[in-house]
């Protein structure tokens, strides 16, 4: 049996991110082999994943980021079961490691992000390890990419909401950028203009309005009517270039970014928020 020395438990913890109890034992059952007790340290991990397989990750961090020369961005969610834990620097580490390799490697899914390398090891893979480290179910739940001439990211303070945009220029001005990726997440709008809403949407929305025109009493006929002006509402209040100018509620955004640059305007934007 193979001395373990506390310098090798330290290494070993150093290259994994292990409890130091977990590492020596690992070392131990692996004869001071650190190949082997790095393997060790996965299966305890897997074991770990499939304990807690039914807890649920409903905390974690939501992150986002863009390419340095700005024209793709990332959003990824790595849930976790406890604030506790989504709130640990190693955890938010952890997750812009991700972000930044769907940022250089520009996955098609989230199934291929899972799939692709991070420091020798699948995504999938080390994730698994990191729930034996933590011991806790984590979860990457969620990616979504956006391309255009100039992207832009917001991450809101905490981690819980964040969202990026594209613009169909790429001499944008910055700020004007961040005014309208801090619009989304602060509004929460469905899709970028009228055309842009599903039918699905759009026949629900005239059918509530039907309803709620007969309930206050008018007649059928006049229904339809009124229920198309709530539409109207509806384009204003959840469509990106119809809704009001949070900094400026005189403008529309549509108008906003008119009133910087010619034809500018939002070609795509995803936004996440983890409701606990």
């Known amino acids: 049996m193979a001395e373990i020395k506390a310098a090798d438990v330290a290494k070993l913890r150093n290259m994994t991110g292990a409890g130091m109890m977990d590492c020596k034992q690992a070392l131990t059952e692996a004869n001071g082999d650190f190949e082997l ?24 961090a939501v992150i986002s980021g863009t390419t340095n020369d700005k024209k793709n961005g990332s959003l990824i969610v790595l849930n976790c079961e406890t604030d506790f834990v989504a709130k640990n620097e190693d955890f938010v580490k952890f997750a812009h490691s991700i972000l930044n390799v769907a940022l250089a490697k520009n996955p098609a899914n989230l199934e291929e992000l899972l799939s692709l390398d991070l420091n020798g090891t699948k995504i999938s893979d080390e994730i698994t390890n990191q729930i034996g480290v933590i011991g806790e179910k984590l979860d990457l739940s969620y990616f979504e990419k956006v391309s255009a001439e100039y992207v832009v990211s ?114 795509a934007f995803k936004r996440f928020t983890l409701t606990i």
């Open 37 to 60: 007790a790095v393997d060790v340290l996965r299966k305890k991990g897997q074991k770990v994943a499939n304990k807690r397989a039914d807890r649920s990750a409903t905390e974690g």
């Open 154 to 267: 917001y991450i809101h303070p905490g981690n819980k909401l964040a969202a990026i945009a594209g613009f169909n220029q790429a001499s944008i001005d910055a700020q004007v950028a961040k005014d309208v990726v801090m619009q989304i997440a602060a509004m929460n709008p469905i899709a970028i203009d009228k055309g842009d809403v599903p039918q699905s949407v759009i026949d629900k929305e005239i059918e509530i309005g039907k309803d709620l025109a007969i309930q206050e009493g008018k007649p059928e006929d006049m229904a339809e009517k009124i229920a198309l002006g709530r539409l109207n509402k509806f384009y204003k209040e959840s469509t990106l270039l119809n809704q009001q100018f949070v900094k400026d509620n005189k403008l529309t955004i549509g108008e906003y970014l008119s009133s910087s640059a010619k034809g500018l305007t939002v070609t």
